[in-house]
């Protein structure tokens, strides 16, 4: 038989579980009134190459080359800045003020021109020399089945970063994820028949140049450097004919982790917008336990 409850009135519950009556308030509610630690200036040692605030979700609009052209995304933001060591620290309220000031004109539409004027904007707002900010989010690309031509959605991880600095200007860099199929040479070579695949991720971080301002979506760039160098590309929809295409492309196209590293280096490097880049690729091996990785970095 379940036990009837006397409840007591909500306040005497909050007292039973350890809340206090509110005590005697002495300091000043005012702002112009309020001690302000964080503006303190003395010598505090050392000058801190990076503060703020990160892990910050929110809502974004992305403009892209391929379709949905544009589209609504949840970002997750990163923002800093240095501060000097006479400085005691910075003002996190003024990053967000930021942020909420873009979203209510007319929403945080992802571009780099945008992301300049950010960053530049947010230095005066903290009354520092420099800024930063780092934008990572999905971004999602429609994909056809190579025969059916039904059409789904694929995503990628998508990063980018930009600093400014009173006396270098901008610098802009960006990083993108994205899953493809490779399939073994080494087993296609030994086996009577058959050969093994594995899913590879490849992660691409590219610096730009400084004359560089979306003249081509970089996004579309670097994802077709990683999907048309693989095996074969990953598919949202694939109905039996799509499927027999992929298969034998991938056996067609065998790559090992050395050979999509050095073949996306190659497409990187001749994007001019590019120079700087790091590629890196993943595969989670279905024979293995482990997963086979490589690694190469190039700068014009």
Request: glycine fraction near 4%; include cysteine; hydrophobic fraction near 35%.
């Amino acid at each position: 038989m379940t036990r009837k409850i006397n409840l007591p009135p909500k306040k005497e519950r909050h007292l039973l579980f350890g809340s206090v009556e509110p005590g005697e308030k002495l300091k000043p509610t005012e702002k112009d009134q309020m001690p302000d630690l964080q503006n303190s200036k003395k010598d505090f040692l050392f000058t801190i190459d990076s503060v703020g605030i990160s892990n910050v979700k929110h809502p974004i609009i992305i403009e892209s080359d391929l379709n949905p052209t544009q589209q609504t995304t949840i970002a997750t933001f990163k923002m800093t800045s240095k501060i000097s060591h006479d400085s005691k620290g910075t003002n996190m309220s003024r990053f967000t003020e930021q942020l909420e000031q873009y979203r209510q004109n007319g929403g945080f539409v992802l571009s780099i021109k945008n992301l300049y004027d950010f960053t530049k904007e947010l230095a005066e707002r903290l009354k520092q020399k420099d800024a930063s900010i780092e934008v990572t989010f999905p971004w999602f690309y429609e994909r056809k089945g190579p025969s059916s031509g039904l059409v789904g959605l694929n995503h990628a991880e998508a990063t980018i970063a930009v600093t400014y600095d009173e006396a270098v200007g901008y610098t802009t860099t960006a990083s993108l994820t994205c899953a493809v199929t490779t399939l073994c040479p080494c087993s296609k070579e030994i086996s009577e028949y058959s050969a093994h695949n594995q899913r590879g991720y490849i992660t691409m971080d590219v610096e730009f140049t400084e004359d560089y301002h979306e003249e081509l979506d970089w996004k579309a760039a670097l994802l077709e450097a990683a999907e048309t160098n693989a095996s074969a590309m990953i598919h949202p929809v694939l109905k039996r004919p799509d499927e027999k295409m992929v298969t034998e492309t991938a056996y067609e196209n065998p790559r090992f982790v050395e050979d999509m590293v050095r073949l996306v280096a190659a497409d990187l490097y001749e994007l001019s917008f590019i120079q700087a880049f790091t590629v890196h690729c993943r595969n989670e091996e279905s024979i293995h336990l482990h997963d086979a990785i490589a690694s190469l970095s190039y700068r014009k």
